[in-house]
């Protein structure tokens, strides 16, 4: 996600400074932008950005988790993070998908060092945020989140601010995947019944989102379930199931009781402990389909292939 992204951000005219665990797609995003309206620059490591001084008012991260956030900005016991190497005065932007409490405790850690912090998770897939058409909420301090909407409307067309805790944004987010996660074994279990009784599925789902279902979400998801398109590449499985565990947690927490979440964790745990969990995660309802006596082990191997059938 943070590649596209990245690459809006230098067509619209910033200059980046880019760390990425895979250099590859640091150089990717090199080549590809020569001669554009920003510029990029490439670091080995996430410290050796701020090595040479350049200045940097904004920070930028796209993390898969809590963990790795927290070690990238406040470090171990073995070694400090980045946070303490940035400017007073600049800031933060988080668009990672993590707890609430997460959130909170860097809006703190940051404000000790006068350092703005906004929480930005996104709701898109990378061909979704590389057209621009990403939808962002933001929390946090309302000087900071006014800075961070200027930057990111290069690269979304909805921008929604949901207020000064810093963990509203992720609990909006949290929830939209909760839904979205929701919708998509809703498609599995209700194309499961056409089909046993001989109806086209793939027809069945077209002829639902092009009418009372007419939207982004059942149209996409929709099309992966009736075509069994699961190819890796867009939201893994594995980060599907992550989401589904900070929403169990935060509903622990605020004593929040959530009847059809226990099921979608157990369908995501269930796929992981199959050895699914680099698929899409619409692919969640694969093991609907097996408890309808369907074989699906040529679906899993061709998605694995990056292919589909």
Not at 19 to 46: I, M, W
Not at 255 to 282: C, H, Q
Request: hydrophobic share 40%.
């Amino acid at each position: 996600m943070g590649y596209p992204m990245a690459k809006n951000l230098i067509l619209a005219g910033y200059n980046l400074a880019v760390f990425d665990v895979d250099l590859s797609r640091g150089q990717l995003l090199q080549s590809e932008t020569v001669a554009k309206l920003g510029s990029v620059e490439l670091f080995s490591s996430a410290k050796d950005i701020f090595s040479k001084q350049l200045n940097i008012t904004t920070l930028i991260t796209v993390l898969p988790n809590d963990k790795i956030l927290k070690s990238v900005l406040i470090g171990n016991d073995n070694e400090g993070g980045i946070l303490e190497l940035l400017l007073p005065n600049s800031q933060h932007i988080s668009c990672s998908t993590i707890s609430p409490q997460t959130a909170r405790e860097l809006h703190q850690a940051h404000k000790k060092r006068n350092i703005g912090y906004v929480a930005s998770p996104i709701f898109a897939r990378p061909d979704g945020m590389a057209a621009g058409m990403a939808s962002l909420v933001l929390s946090g301090d309302e000087e900071a989140v006014l800075r961070a909407t200027e930057i990111l409307k290069s690269t979304a067309s909805v921008i929604k601010t949901f207020g000064n805790d810093p963990g509203a944004a992720n609990v909006v987010k949290l929830c939209g995947n909760y839904l979205i996660g929701s919708a998509i074994l809703s498609l599995w279990v209700a194309w499961g019944l056409g089909v046993s009784n001989g109806v086209d599925r793939v027809e069945a789902i077209k002829f639902y989102t092009s009418t009372f279902f007419d939207c982004a979400i059942y149209k996409g998801y929709g099309q992966r379930v009736s075509e069994r398109d699961h190819k890796a590449g867009g939201f893994a499985l594995e980060l599907g199931l992550k989401d589904m565990t900070l929403v169990r947690d935060t509903a622990y927490l605020s004593n929040t009781p959530m009847p059809f979440l226990s099921v979608l964790v157990d369908r995501f745990l269930g796929e992981k402990a199959k050895g699914r969990s680099s698929l899409d995660w619409s692919a969640i309802g694969l093991g609907v389909s097996e408890l309808s006596g369907v074989n699906v082990c040529k679906y899993v191997e061709a998605c694995s292939r990056g292919e589909k059938i």
